[in-house]
C-alpha cells in the first residue's frame, strides 16, 4: 500500500469497515461515511474494472457505466501495475479470470 495512505486514521477507518458482517451494515455504514457521489463514484470504478477484465473496449465501458475514459484509464492501470487488490476480491468472489494484457 502507498504509504502516503497508510496512515493510523486509514487504519482505523479498515478496521471499522472489517467489523461489518452483511450487505445491509454496508449499506448503512457507507451511507453514513459517503456522499452519495463518493458511493457511486467508488462502484462505478469496481465495474470499470470488471467490465475491463472481461476485455470490454473503453467505449463499451463508458457508454454502459458513464465513466471518463480518464478514470477507465487510471483503473486500468490499477489493474495492470497496482496491489492487485480488485483482483483479490474478483478471486474471493469466483471472478477469477486473470487479466494479462
Do not use: P, W
Not at 478496521?15 to 461489518?20: G, P, R
Not at 451511507?31 to 469496481?46: A, F, G, K, M, P
Request: charged share 30%; proline share 0%; aromatic share 8%.
Amino acid at each position: 500500500m502507498n504509504n502516503k495512505i497508510r496512515t493510523e486514521a486509514v487504519e482505523h477507518l479498515f478496521e471499522a469497515i472489517l467489523t461489518l458482517e452483511n450487505k445491509e451494515e454496508c449499506f448503512n455504514f457507507f451511507e453514513d461515511l459517503c456522499t452519495i457521489n463518493e458511493l457511486l463514484s467508488l462502484s462505478q470504478r469496481y465495474d470499470v474494472a470488471n467490465m475491463l477484465r472481461e476485455h470490454k473496449t473503453y467505449l463499451e465501458i463508458a457508454e454502459k457505466t458513464g465513466a471518463s475514459t480518464a478514470t477507465i484509464s487510471r483503473v486500468n492501470r490499477s489493474l495492470n501495475y497496482g496491489c492487485d487488490g480488485y483482483e483479490l476480491v474478483f478471486e474471493r468472489l469466483g471472478k477469477s479470470e486473470k487479466h494479462d494484457d
